[in-house]
């Protein structure tokens, strides 16, 4: 059976006990495994009642952020790589007193649109800032995800190759790649084969339509996608992620140019998103299966 995340913003935006509830219901009744939930600080949530809620509920969870401006790990300010390198810690603690093992996004630097090229002193910051901060997950059993993000929202790791850098880097056993079908749209030659070339680097995978709307209906060969997955083995969770300005709040609309909604009904989005990430891995199955075998007379 395929494993079939969601991300939260499908259902909410708000960090509330009452919003979370709603998300962690919708999940669990439409038959995903995991939920997907952007970082909140641990102060302003009831963290004890999600980790219990997650368990009731028999749902896995990850974690996603976005390092802000102030919190870079890149920067040439030591007390901007310091104060990223704290909100890191702290969403591993957070995701692991969730009982997830998954922290994801853009990790390794400010997550938005940059005036500038990253330079080789900035790569080599945010890699030694990174290498300590994934010896500091390990004994938590938290893997670091690295999402690699379009031109418009990193400067910094656009391609699976740039990704592989980074990972050769920074050395650690603990740190994965996590990619993203709508950033690989826009700058990988070849989704299915940049999918094949990250391999056993793979740790986490966004599924999202070339519009962000419901797959299927935009440009994206997920046929393609779902046999490069099969091909490498991949056991682990497929997560859609879709968003609209009617559930997310004005500021991650900009950020994220949200200027019109391609849906309004998240149930149905939902439902059609596992329903079609189901059957597209398992004919992905079935298409190995027959290559496999030889039929011999």
């Known amino acids: 059976m395929s494993k079939i995340g969601i991300h939260s913003f499908v259902w909410s935006a708000g960090s509330s006990k009452s919003e979370l509830e709603k998300a962690l219901t919708h999940t669990h009744e439409l038959g995903f495994d995991l939920i997907e939930l952007s970082y909140s600080d641990p102060d302003q949530i009831d963290v004890r009642w999600l980790a219990d809620r997650l368990r009731e509920l028999k749902l896995d969870v990850a974690i996603s952020m976005g390092l802000p401006p102030q919190g870079d790990i890149s920067s040439d300010d030591p007390s901007v790589v310091a104060r990223g390198t704290e909100d890191l810690k702290k969403a591993i603690a957070l995701t692991r007193d969730l009982g997830g093992t998954k922290l994801a996004g ?7 649109k940059s005036d500038l090229a990253p330079t080789r002193r900035s790569w080599e910051t945010s890699v030694s800032a990174f290498a300590k901060v994934a010896e500091h997950a390990k004994p938590s059993g938290v893997t670091l995800n690295l999402e690699v993000a379009n031109r418009f929202e990193s400067n910094m790791l656009n391609t699976v190759a740039q990704g592989l850098a980074y990972l050769a880097d920074v050395g650690a056993s603990n740190v994965f790649l996590h990619l993203d079908t709508f950033h690989m749209n826009i700058e990988e030659a070849d989704i299915a084969l940049a999918i094949r070339h990250a391999g056993d680097k ?6 999202g339509e070339s519009h962000r709307g419901y797959l299927g209906t935009g440009t994206l060969d997920f046929v393609s996608i779902f046999d490069a997955l099969e091909a490498i083995g991949w056991q682990d969770y497929v ?22 909604d391609l849906w309004a009904d998240n149930v149905a989005l939902a439902r059609h998103a596992h329903a079609f990430i189901e059957i597209g891995r398992e004919t992905a199955k079935l298409k190995a299966a027959l290559l496999k075998t030889a039929h011999l007379p």
């Open 106 to 112: 853009i990790l390794y630097a400010a997550h938005g």
């Open 202 to 207: 793979l740790g986490y995978v966004h599924i």
């Open 239 to 260: 997560t859609f992620e879709s968003f609209s300005s009617a559930i997310v709040d004005r500021e991650l609309s900009v950020k994220m140019g949200l200027w019109r």
